[in-house]
């Protein structure tokens, strides 16, 4: 599998997923800048998390508008799959690759914590190693993580089973006390229309190993590799 991660001012997992892509690969990404205008020949392309351009704008507005945005979207919209983690998935939803918005936390509070996910959608590119209904646990650090989308959007995010992650109890029950941000319907990450594109709040690139102290994260990475390796 022959995967790119993009690289802007202020992101801070770049390195974290291009250690989490070559272990379930063999083989390291190429690390693209930001200020790039066209992508190398790739299976997979990554948006890491971090803080682009330092949020000081909306969180992923201002990477949104990047150069290397437009061919990222071109490939998307080609059927090339595409990682959003964190920062990432905001920038997805700037750029008009998801729909919906990133806002504050509802606490108003930086949050950096374990989170327990329940796997939605076990059907895609991203998710097949893992179970429907399988809780997981994932770290999250982020600041604006809070999901929100217009009615219809959300009724066409639910009813066409776009929904890949909600945020849930330890033993599954999805509900307030388990929401760490105030996101709609509980919702940790989505998929596009096509399928090829996912976006969460949450790490999985943080836990993909005993040695970081839990490898949930690992499946999602291990899914891509062994279904693109040969693409």
Same mark, same amino acid.
């Given at each position: 599998? #022959? ?77 090339? *799959? ?26 108003? #509070? ?7 996910? #329940? ?19 994932? *770290? ?10 217009? *009615? ?12 890949? !992650? ?13 929401? *760490? ?39 999602? !990475? ?10």
């Amino acid at each position: 599998m #022959k995967s790119c991660v993009i690289v802007f001012p202020g992101s801070n997992c770049d390195r974290d997923v291009a250690v989490a892509l070559e272990a379930s690969s063999g083989n390291a990404p190429q690390m693209v800048w930001h200020g790039n205008t066209e992508l190398p020949r790739c299976d997979l392309i990554v948006l890491p998390g971090g803080f682009s351009h330092g949020d000081y704008l909306r969180s992923g507005a201002m990477a949104a508008r990047a150069p290397i945005m437009r061919a990222v979207v071109a490939r998307a919209n080609a059927g090339t *799959p595409v990682l959003g983690l964190c920062n990432g998935f905001q920038i997805m939803t700037e750029a008009g690759l998801l729909p919906g918005a990133l806002m504050r936390n509802a606490g108003l #509070k930086f949050i950096c914590r374990d989170v327990f996910l #329940k796997v939605e959608n076990n059907g895609t590119l991203f998710t097949r190693r893992y179970q429907n209904g399988q809780i997981i646990r994932i *770290p999250i650090s982020h600041h604006d993580g809070n999901y929100f989308a217009d *009615p219809t959007t959300l009724d066409r995010l639910e009813s066409n089973n776009r929904v890949a !992650f909600r945020y849930c109890t330890s033993d599954g029950v999805v509900n307030a006390a388990a929401n *760490p941000n105030g996101s709609l319907n509980n919702i940790a990450g989505i998929l596009n229309e096509a399928g090829n594109v996912l976006g969460m709040m949450p790490h999985p690139e943080r836990l993909i190993a005993p040695e970081l102290g839990g490898s949930d994260g690992r499946a999602m !990475f291990d899914a891509l590799a062994e279904q693109l390796q040969c693409a």
